[in-house]
Protein backbone atom coordinates (compact mmCIF):
# COMPACT_ATOMS: atom_id res chain seq x y z
CA UNK A 1 0.00 0.00 0.00
CA UNK A 2 1.25 3.24 -0.90
CA UNK A 3 2.19 5.48 2.19
CA UNK A 4 -0.61 8.41 2.45
CA UNK A 5 0.59 11.67 3.31
CA UNK A 6 -0.22 12.59 6.65
CA UNK A 7 -2.64 15.96 6.79
CA UNK A 8 -1.85 19.40 7.97
CA UNK A 9 -2.52 22.58 9.68
CA UNK A 10 -4.74 22.75 12.45
CA UNK A 11 -6.39 19.52 12.86
CA UNK A 12 -9.81 19.11 14.55
CA UNK A 13 -9.82 16.74 17.52
CA UNK A 14 -12.27 16.50 20.42
CA UNK A 15 -13.29 19.24 22.84
CA UNK A 16 -10.21 19.32 25.74
CA UNK A 17 -11.36 20.11 29.35
CA UNK A 18 -9.35 22.70 31.35
CA UNK A 19 -6.25 21.18 33.37
CA UNK A 20 -7.47 17.38 32.07
CA UNK A 21 -8.25 17.26 28.93
CA UNK A 22 -9.52 14.60 27.02
CA UNK A 23 -9.04 12.37 30.36
CA UNK A 24 -12.64 12.29 31.40
CA UNK A 25 -13.86 10.42 28.38
CA UNK A 26 -10.83 8.34 27.73
CA UNK A 27 -10.81 7.08 31.14
CA UNK A 28 -14.76 6.46 30.87
CA UNK A 29 -13.83 3.85 27.89
CA UNK A 30 -10.51 4.16 26.23
CA UNK A 31 -11.51 1.76 23.70
CA UNK A 32 -14.31 3.21 22.65
CA UNK A 33 -12.46 6.99 23.17
CA UNK A 34 -10.01 5.36 20.57
CA UNK A 35 -12.56 4.40 17.89
CA UNK A 36 -14.21 7.68 17.76
CA UNK A 37 -11.45 9.85 17.58
CA UNK A 38 -10.71 7.48 14.24
CA UNK A 39 -14.11 7.71 13.45
CA UNK A 40 -14.72 11.22 13.40
CA UNK A 41 -11.46 13.08 13.44
CA UNK A 42 -9.29 10.88 10.99
CA UNK A 43 -6.52 9.06 10.41
CA UNK A 44 -4.44 11.53 12.83
CA UNK A 45 -6.35 12.71 15.14
CA UNK A 46 -5.12 15.57 18.24
CA UNK A 47 -6.14 14.77 21.52
CA UNK A 48 -4.40 15.84 25.09
CA UNK A 49 -4.03 13.15 28.57
CA UNK A 50 -3.81 16.16 31.20
CA UNK A 51 -1.13 18.39 29.47
CA UNK A 52 0.13 15.87 27.48
CA UNK A 53 -0.56 16.41 23.86
CA UNK A 54 -0.91 13.18 22.02
CA UNK A 55 -2.03 12.18 18.00
CA UNK A 56 -3.75 9.15 17.39
CA UNK A 57 -3.02 7.26 14.20
CA UNK A 58 -5.00 5.17 12.52
CA UNK A 59 -3.27 4.18 9.13
CA UNK A 60 -1.31 0.93 9.22
CA UNK A 61 1.51 2.26 6.55
CA UNK A 62 2.28 5.00 9.59
CA UNK A 63 1.36 2.49 12.61
CA UNK A 64 4.61 0.07 11.06
CA UNK A 65 6.59 3.81 10.55
CA UNK A 66 6.26 4.85 14.23
CA UNK A 67 7.33 1.31 15.42
CA UNK A 68 10.56 1.00 13.10
CA UNK A 69 10.99 4.62 14.28
CA UNK A 70 11.12 3.94 18.08
CA UNK A 71 14.76 4.15 19.18
CA UNK A 72 15.88 6.54 16.48
CA UNK A 73 13.72 9.39 16.14
CA UNK A 74 10.59 8.50 18.33
CA UNK A 75 11.20 7.08 22.02
CA UNK A 76 8.83 4.94 24.12
CA UNK A 77 6.03 6.84 26.19
CA UNK A 78 6.55 6.81 30.09
CA UNK A 79 3.41 5.31 31.15
CA UNK A 80 2.95 6.31 34.47
CA UNK A 81 4.41 5.39 38.24
CA UNK A 82 2.73 1.58 38.11
CA UNK A 83 3.99 0.77 34.96
CA UNK A 84 7.53 1.42 35.83
CA UNK A 85 7.01 -0.31 39.51
CA UNK A 86 5.51 -3.44 38.00
CA UNK A 87 8.09 -3.93 35.07
CA UNK A 88 10.91 -1.64 36.60
CA UNK A 89 13.57 -0.76 34.13
CA UNK A 90 12.78 -4.34 31.97
CA UNK A 91 13.71 -4.92 27.96
CA UNK A 92 10.12 -3.14 27.28
CA UNK A 93 10.68 -0.25 29.22
CA UNK A 94 14.86 0.71 29.10
CA UNK A 95 15.81 2.49 26.20
CA UNK A 96 19.28 3.34 23.91
CA UNK A 97 22.14 1.52 24.77
CA UNK A 98 20.84 -0.08 27.77
CA UNK A 99 17.88 -1.30 26.04
CA UNK A 100 20.04 -2.58 23.27
CA UNK A 101 22.18 -4.04 25.92
CA UNK A 102 19.33 -5.99 27.93
CA UNK A 103 17.45 -6.85 24.10
CA UNK A 104 20.57 -8.79 23.64
CA UNK A 105 21.10 -10.66 26.67
CA UNK A 106 17.15 -11.74 26.58
CA UNK A 107 16.48 -12.27 22.68
CA UNK A 108 18.48 -15.62 22.60
CA UNK A 109 16.78 -17.02 25.90
CA UNK A 110 13.43 -17.03 23.10
CA UNK A 111 14.79 -17.66 19.90
CA UNK A 112 12.33 -20.44 18.06
CA UNK A 113 14.80 -23.49 18.96
CA UNK A 114 14.24 -22.11 22.59
CA UNK A 115 10.77 -22.47 22.19
CA UNK A 116 10.53 -25.77 20.99
CA UNK A 117 12.29 -27.18 23.98
CA UNK A 118 9.50 -25.26 26.23
CA UNK A 119 6.43 -27.18 23.30
CA UNK A 120 6.59 -30.35 25.67
CA UNK A 121 5.73 -28.66 28.88
CA UNK A 122 2.99 -26.63 27.18
CA UNK A 123 1.42 -29.79 25.89
CA UNK A 124 2.27 -31.79 29.26
CA UNK A 125 0.50 -29.11 31.34
CA UNK A 126 -2.71 -28.55 28.64
CA UNK A 127 -3.13 -32.55 28.39
CA UNK A 128 -3.28 -32.47 32.38
CA UNK A 129 -5.78 -29.56 32.88
CA UNK A 130 -8.01 -31.43 30.67
CA UNK A 131 -8.25 -35.13 32.60
CA UNK A 132 -9.31 -33.34 34.95
CA UNK A 133 -12.37 -32.15 33.46
CA UNK A 134 -15.61 -34.16 33.29
CA UNK A 135 -18.26 -33.56 30.15
CA UNK A 136 -21.31 -31.36 31.26
CA UNK A 137 -19.80 -29.48 33.33
CA UNK A 138 -19.53 -25.45 34.29
CA UNK A 139 -16.41 -24.09 34.23
CA UNK A 140 -15.12 -20.31 34.79
CA UNK A 141 -12.82 -20.57 31.38
CA UNK A 142 -11.03 -17.26 32.01
CA UNK A 143 -9.97 -19.05 35.69
CA UNK A 144 -8.82 -22.21 33.72
CA UNK A 145 -6.85 -20.36 31.17
CA UNK A 146 -4.75 -18.63 33.68
CA UNK A 147 -4.31 -21.51 35.57
CA UNK A 148 -2.96 -23.15 32.54
CA UNK A 149 -0.55 -20.92 31.31
CA UNK A 150 0.23 -19.74 34.80
CA UNK A 151 1.81 -23.52 35.32
CA UNK A 152 3.63 -23.34 31.94
CA UNK A 153 5.27 -19.92 33.03
CA UNK A 154 6.36 -20.83 35.75
CA UNK A 155 8.00 -24.20 34.90
CA UNK A 156 9.28 -22.63 31.52
CA UNK A 157 10.67 -19.50 33.51
CA UNK A 158 11.55 -20.63 36.65
CA UNK A 159 12.04 -24.55 36.93
CA UNK A 160 9.61 -27.14 38.39
CA UNK A 161 10.88 -26.62 41.66
CA UNK A 162 8.72 -23.22 41.82
CA UNK A 163 5.64 -25.33 41.79
CA UNK A 164 3.38 -24.59 44.60
CA UNK A 165 4.13 -20.57 44.42
CA UNK A 166 1.61 -19.96 41.66
CA UNK A 167 -1.11 -18.82 44.33
CA UNK A 168 1.07 -15.93 45.43
CA UNK A 169 2.39 -15.17 42.13
CA UNK A 170 -1.08 -15.03 40.71
CA UNK A 171 -2.78 -12.78 43.61
CA UNK A 172 -0.19 -10.48 43.24
CA UNK A 173 -0.02 -10.37 39.24
CA UNK A 174 -4.36 -9.89 39.83
CA UNK A 175 -3.63 -7.08 42.01
CA UNK A 176 -1.06 -5.42 39.94
CA UNK A 177 -3.11 -5.42 36.73
CA UNK A 178 -6.12 -3.63 38.29
CA UNK A 179 -4.22 -1.24 39.86
CA UNK A 180 -2.23 -0.39 36.98
CA UNK A 181 -5.01 -0.28 34.27
CA UNK A 182 -7.04 2.44 37.67
CA UNK A 183 -4.17 4.51 37.57
CA UNK A 184 -3.63 5.04 33.89
CA UNK A 185 -7.27 5.45 33.40
CA UNK A 186 -7.23 8.24 36.66
CA UNK A 187 -5.76 11.27 37.41
CA UNK A 188 -3.19 9.54 39.52
CA UNK A 189 -1.25 9.23 36.12
CA UNK A 190 -0.06 12.71 37.02
CA UNK A 191 0.71 12.58 40.48
CA UNK A 192 4.33 13.02 41.60
CA UNK A 193 5.46 9.49 42.57
CA UNK A 194 5.92 10.47 45.91
CA UNK A 195 2.47 10.96 46.62
CA UNK A 196 0.83 8.07 48.39
CA UNK A 197 -2.63 6.98 47.43
CA UNK A 198 -4.54 3.73 48.57
CA UNK A 199 -3.86 1.87 45.06
CA UNK A 200 -0.24 3.04 45.39
CA UNK A 201 -0.41 1.15 48.33
CA UNK A 202 -1.84 -2.43 47.03
CA UNK A 203 0.73 -1.74 44.10
CA UNK A 204 3.70 -1.47 46.02
CA UNK A 205 2.22 -4.40 48.62
CA UNK A 206 1.38 -6.64 45.42
CA UNK A 207 5.13 -5.86 43.30
CA UNK A 208 6.86 -6.67 47.27
CA UNK A 209 5.64 -10.09 46.90
CA UNK A 210 6.35 -10.48 43.08
CA UNK A 211 9.80 -9.53 43.83
CA UNK A 212 10.13 -11.63 47.40
CA UNK A 213 9.11 -15.13 44.96
CA UNK A 214 11.10 -13.96 42.36
CA UNK A 215 14.20 -13.75 44.69
CA UNK A 216 13.53 -16.84 45.78
CA UNK A 217 13.68 -18.81 42.98
CA UNK A 218 16.84 -17.05 42.16
CA UNK A 219 18.46 -18.26 44.98
CA UNK A 220 17.10 -21.87 44.15
CA UNK A 221 19.03 -21.42 41.05
CA UNK A 222 22.17 -20.03 42.05
CA UNK A 223 22.11 -22.79 44.94
CA UNK A 224 21.79 -25.67 41.96
CA UNK A 225 24.13 -23.91 39.97
CA UNK A 226 26.98 -24.10 42.76
CA UNK A 227 25.60 -27.84 43.06
CA UNK A 228 26.91 -28.47 39.44
CA UNK A 229 23.08 -29.03 38.44
CA UNK A 230 22.39 -28.17 35.07
CA UNK A 231 18.84 -26.17 34.15
CA UNK A 232 17.09 -25.62 30.81
CA UNK A 233 14.36 -23.06 32.03
CA UNK A 234 14.17 -18.83 31.33
CA UNK A 235 15.61 -18.04 34.19
CA UNK A 236 18.94 -20.36 34.14
CA UNK A 237 19.68 -18.43 30.82
CA UNK A 238 19.03 -15.48 31.97
CA UNK A 239 21.29 -15.67 34.96
CA UNK A 240 24.38 -17.79 31.88
CA UNK A 241 23.75 -14.43 30.28
CA UNK A 242 26.60 -12.08 29.24
CA UNK A 243 26.91 -9.14 27.25
CA UNK A 244 29.26 -8.37 24.84
CA UNK A 245 32.00 -7.24 27.77
CA UNK A 246 31.18 -10.34 29.55
CA UNK A 247 28.93 -8.80 32.20
CA UNK A 248 25.66 -10.85 33.66
CA UNK A 249 22.44 -9.21 34.35
CA UNK A 250 22.10 -8.03 37.84
CA UNK A 251 19.77 -8.55 40.26
CA UNK A 252 17.92 -5.94 39.34
CA UNK A 253 18.27 -6.85 35.89
CA UNK A 254 16.88 -10.22 36.31
CA UNK A 255 13.91 -9.65 38.62
CA UNK A 256 12.86 -7.39 35.94
CA UNK A 257 13.25 -9.08 32.82
CA UNK A 258 11.51 -12.12 34.70
CA UNK A 259 8.57 -10.16 35.49
CA UNK A 260 8.49 -9.28 31.66
CA UNK A 261 8.58 -12.71 30.31
CA UNK A 262 6.43 -13.96 32.98
CA UNK A 263 4.10 -11.31 31.94
CA UNK A 264 4.22 -12.24 28.37
CA UNK A 265 4.21 -16.00 28.58
CA UNK A 266 1.02 -15.62 31.11
CA UNK A 267 -1.44 -12.43 30.82
CA UNK A 268 -1.20 -12.36 27.57
CA UNK A 269 -1.76 -16.01 26.35
CA UNK A 270 -4.50 -16.66 28.84
CA UNK A 271 -6.37 -14.17 27.90
CA UNK A 272 -6.23 -14.88 24.00
CA UNK A 273 -7.37 -18.53 24.87
CA UNK A 274 -9.89 -17.25 26.88
CA UNK A 275 -11.22 -14.81 24.34
CA UNK A 276 -10.62 -17.58 21.61
CA UNK A 277 -12.84 -20.24 23.16
CA UNK A 278 -15.52 -17.69 23.35
CA UNK A 279 -15.26 -16.56 19.64
CA UNK A 280 -15.41 -20.18 19.06
CA UNK A 281 -18.59 -20.96 21.11
CA UNK A 282 -20.79 -18.62 18.51
CA UNK A 283 -18.60 -20.12 15.80
CA UNK A 284 -19.82 -23.79 14.97
CA UNK A 285 -18.38 -23.74 11.72
CA UNK A 286 -14.76 -22.70 12.28
CA UNK A 287 -15.35 -25.26 15.38
CA UNK A 288 -16.05 -27.74 13.36
CA UNK A 289 -13.02 -27.14 11.04
CA UNK A 290 -10.98 -27.07 13.71
CA UNK A 291 -12.11 -30.56 14.98
CA UNK A 292 -11.62 -31.79 11.31
CA UNK A 293 -7.74 -30.48 10.87
CA UNK A 294 -7.13 -31.85 14.61
CA UNK A 295 -8.85 -34.85 13.62
CA UNK A 296 -6.89 -35.01 10.26
CA UNK A 297 -3.25 -34.04 11.68
CA UNK A 298 -2.95 -35.51 14.73
CA UNK A 299 -5.32 -38.58 14.69
CA UNK A 300 -5.83 -38.74 18.72
CA UNK A 301 -2.13 -37.85 19.59
CA UNK A 302 -1.01 -35.29 21.88
CA UNK A 303 0.88 -32.36 19.18
CA UNK A 304 4.81 -31.57 19.24
CA UNK A 305 6.34 -28.19 18.59
CA UNK A 306 6.62 -30.17 14.91
CA UNK A 307 3.14 -29.82 14.31
CA UNK A 308 2.37 -26.60 15.21
CA UNK A 309 3.47 -25.77 11.28
CA UNK A 310 0.66 -28.48 10.42
CA UNK A 311 -2.08 -27.15 11.92
CA UNK A 312 -3.10 -23.87 9.87
CA UNK A 313 -6.68 -23.51 10.80
CA UNK A 314 -5.67 -23.25 14.54
CA UNK A 315 -3.14 -20.84 14.16
CA UNK A 316 -5.75 -18.44 12.10
CA UNK A 317 -8.28 -18.82 15.11
CA UNK A 318 -5.42 -17.24 17.91
CA UNK A 319 -4.77 -14.86 14.69
CA UNK A 320 -8.63 -13.70 14.41
CA UNK A 321 -9.13 -14.14 18.82
CA UNK A 322 -5.61 -11.25 18.36
CA UNK A 323 -6.97 -9.48 15.70
CA UNK A 324 -10.83 -8.86 18.05
CA UNK A 325 -8.93 -8.79 21.15
CA UNK A 326 -5.13 -7.79 21.32
CA UNK A 327 -3.72 -7.94 24.75
CA UNK A 328 -1.42 -5.06 24.11
CA UNK A 329 -4.59 -2.84 22.81
CA UNK A 330 -2.24 0.46 22.90
CA UNK A 331 1.50 1.57 21.87
CA UNK A 332 2.80 5.09 22.01
CA UNK A 333 6.01 6.97 21.70
CA UNK A 334 7.60 10.27 21.97
CA UNK A 335 8.87 12.44 18.96
CA UNK A 336 12.31 13.61 18.82
CA UNK A 337 13.81 16.01 17.33
CA UNK A 338 13.83 15.60 13.41
CA UNK A 339 11.01 13.21 13.70
CA UNK A 340 8.91 12.73 10.56
CA UNK A 341 5.63 10.87 10.16
CA UNK A 342 4.18 9.88 6.51
CA UNK A 343 6.51 12.19 5.04
CA UNK A 344 5.52 14.76 7.70
CA UNK A 345 7.65 16.71 10.16
CA UNK A 346 6.11 15.72 13.58
CA UNK A 347 7.18 18.41 16.41
CA UNK A 348 9.27 17.11 19.10
CA UNK A 349 7.52 15.97 22.03
CA UNK A 350 4.45 15.62 20.37
CA UNK A 351 3.10 11.80 21.96
CA UNK A 352 2.01 9.65 18.66
CA UNK A 353 -0.26 6.61 19.71
CA UNK A 354 -1.75 3.80 17.71
CA UNK A 355 -4.12 1.30 19.02
CA UNK A 356 -4.49 -2.78 17.61
CA UNK A 357 -7.96 -2.36 19.27
CA UNK A 358 -9.17 0.30 16.56
CA UNK A 359 -6.79 -0.61 13.81
CA UNK A 360 -8.26 -4.55 14.19
CA UNK A 361 -11.43 -2.77 14.18
CA UNK A 362 -11.34 -0.86 11.30
CA UNK A 363 -13.71 -2.13 8.36
CA UNK A 364 -11.25 -0.38 6.03
CA UNK A 365 -8.78 -3.32 6.64
CA UNK A 366 -10.68 -6.07 8.24
CA UNK A 367 -14.51 -6.14 6.29
CA UNK A 368 -17.03 -6.36 9.00
CA UNK A 369 -14.26 -6.19 11.77
CA UNK A 370 -16.62 -7.43 14.84
CA UNK A 371 -16.96 -10.77 13.12
CA UNK A 372 -14.90 -13.72 14.18
CA UNK A 373 -13.53 -15.04 10.33
CA UNK A 374 -10.13 -16.87 10.97
CA UNK A 375 -10.71 -17.55 6.96
CA UNK A 376 -9.54 -13.88 6.44
CA UNK A 377 -5.83 -15.35 7.07
CA UNK A 378 -6.34 -17.79 4.33
CA UNK A 379 -3.58 -17.94 1.87
CA UNK A 380 -6.05 -17.31 -0.90
CA UNK A 381 -8.08 -14.76 1.05
CA UNK A 382 -9.89 -12.47 -1.09
CA UNK A 383 -9.30 -9.87 0.32
CA UNK A 384 -5.81 -9.18 1.52
CA UNK A 385 -4.47 -7.74 4.82
CA UNK A 386 -2.22 -4.74 4.44
CA UNK A 387 0.94 -4.94 6.14
CA UNK A 388 1.20 -3.60 9.77
CA UNK A 389 -2.91 -3.69 10.28
CA UNK A 390 -2.31 -6.45 12.62
CA UNK A 391 -0.06 -5.54 14.82
CA UNK A 392 -0.57 -7.89 18.33
CA UNK A 393 2.80 -7.63 19.12
CA UNK A 394 3.69 -4.33 18.45
CA UNK A 395 6.75 -4.54 15.94
CA UNK A 396 9.77 -2.60 14.64
CA UNK A 397 12.24 -3.08 16.54
CA UNK A 398 10.96 -3.34 20.19
CA UNK A 399 8.21 -5.84 18.83
CA UNK A 400 7.67 -8.55 21.73
CA UNK A 401 10.38 -10.40 22.25
CA UNK A 402 8.04 -13.56 23.38
CA UNK A 403 5.36 -13.64 20.63
CA UNK A 404 6.74 -16.70 18.93
CA UNK A 405 5.86 -18.21 22.51
CA UNK A 406 2.82 -16.78 22.80
CA UNK A 407 1.60 -18.27 19.13
CA UNK A 408 2.85 -21.71 19.66
CA UNK A 409 1.25 -21.61 23.40
CA UNK A 410 -1.88 -20.66 21.92
CA UNK A 411 -2.23 -23.19 19.23
CA UNK A 412 -0.53 -26.22 20.96
CA UNK A 413 -3.07 -25.58 24.34
CA UNK A 414 -6.07 -25.27 21.72
CA UNK A 415 -5.20 -28.72 19.78
CA UNK A 416 -5.24 -30.49 22.71
CA UNK A 417 -8.07 -29.21 24.50
CA UNK A 418 -10.70 -28.66 21.56
CA UNK A 419 -9.54 -32.62 20.78
CA UNK A 420 -11.77 -33.59 23.81
CA UNK A 421 -13.81 -30.95 24.65
CA UNK A 422 -16.25 -28.05 23.16
CA UNK A 423 -16.23 -25.02 25.36
CA UNK A 424 -19.86 -23.79 25.02
CA UNK A 425 -20.17 -20.25 26.76
CA UNK A 426 -22.98 -18.87 24.31
CA UNK A 427 -23.57 -16.49 21.97
CA UNK A 428 -22.92 -13.46 24.17
CA UNK A 429 -19.47 -12.23 24.37
CA UNK A 430 -18.07 -10.93 28.01
CA UNK A 431 -16.83 -6.82 28.25
CA UNK A 432 -13.30 -6.05 28.03
CA UNK A 433 -11.85 -4.39 30.57
CA UNK A 434 -8.27 -2.11 29.49
CA UNK A 435 -5.80 -2.85 32.05
CA UNK A 436 -1.81 -3.42 31.28
CA UNK A 437 -3.23 -6.35 29.13
CA UNK A 438 -6.93 -6.32 27.82
CA UNK A 439 -8.82 -8.79 30.43
CA UNK A 440 -12.68 -10.00 30.37
CA UNK A 441 -14.99 -7.43 32.60
CA UNK A 442 -17.02 -10.27 33.07
CA UNK A 443 -16.53 -13.89 34.22
CA UNK A 444 -16.84 -16.30 30.93
CA UNK A 445 -18.50 -19.54 31.67
CA UNK A 446 -18.48 -22.33 29.57
CA UNK A 447 -20.37 -26.06 29.47
CA UNK A 448 -17.73 -28.75 28.85
CA UNK A 449 -18.87 -30.80 25.67
CA UNK A 450 -17.70 -33.79 23.93
CA UNK A 451 -19.58 -34.91 20.68
CA UNK A 452 -18.71 -38.19 19.13
CA UNK A 453 -14.78 -37.59 17.40
CA UNK A 454 -14.25 -36.09 20.55
CA UNK A 455 -14.92 -38.85 22.87
CA UNK A 456 -12.62 -40.63 20.53
CA UNK A 457 -9.80 -38.95 20.26
CA UNK A 458 -10.49 -38.34 24.48
CA UNK A 459 -9.99 -42.33 24.79
CA UNK A 460 -7.12 -42.45 21.69
CA UNK A 461 -5.54 -39.78 24.39
CA UNK A 462 -5.59 -41.67 27.60
CA UNK A 463 -4.59 -44.68 26.19
CA UNK A 464 -1.35 -43.17 24.40
CA UNK A 465 -0.90 -41.42 27.84
CA UNK A 466 -0.77 -44.23 29.37
CA UNK A 467 1.36 -46.40 27.14
CA UNK A 468 4.16 -43.37 26.94
CA UNK A 469 4.34 -42.71 30.57
CA UNK A 470 6.44 -44.61 32.71
CA UNK A 471 5.38 -46.44 35.78
CA UNK A 472 4.96 -43.80 38.78
CA UNK A 473 5.90 -41.14 36.43
CA UNK A 474 4.99 -37.84 37.81
CA UNK A 475 2.35 -35.20 36.25
CA UNK A 476 2.80 -32.06 36.55
Not at 4 to 25: D, F, H, I, Y
Not at 377 to 384: G, L, T, Y
Request: proline content about 8%; charged content about 25%.
Amino acid sequence: MTATLLPSGSERGPRRWPLVGNLPAFARDPLAFFESLRDEYGDWAPWSLGPQRNVLVSRPEHAGELLGAVESTFSPTELGWAFRQLLGNGVVVATGEDWRRKRALVQPSVRPRQVRSYAATMVECADALVSGWTENTRIDVHREMAGLTQRIAVRTLFGSDAAGREAPISAAMATAQRELGAEFRGVTLFLPPWVRTPGRRRMRAAVAVLDREIEHVIQEHEAASAAGEERDDLLARLLAARDEDGGPLSRTELRDEAITLYIGGHETTSTTLTWAWQLLSGAPEARERLTEELERVLGGRLPTYEDYARLPWAQQVVKEALRIYPPIWLISAVAQEGATLGGRPVPAGLSVWTSPWSMHRDERWFPEPEAFRPERWDADAPHQIPEHAWFPFGGGPRACLGARFALVEAALVLAVVAQRFHLDSGPTRARVLPGLTLQPRDPVLATLRAHRACRITSRRIASRRGRSRSPGARRH
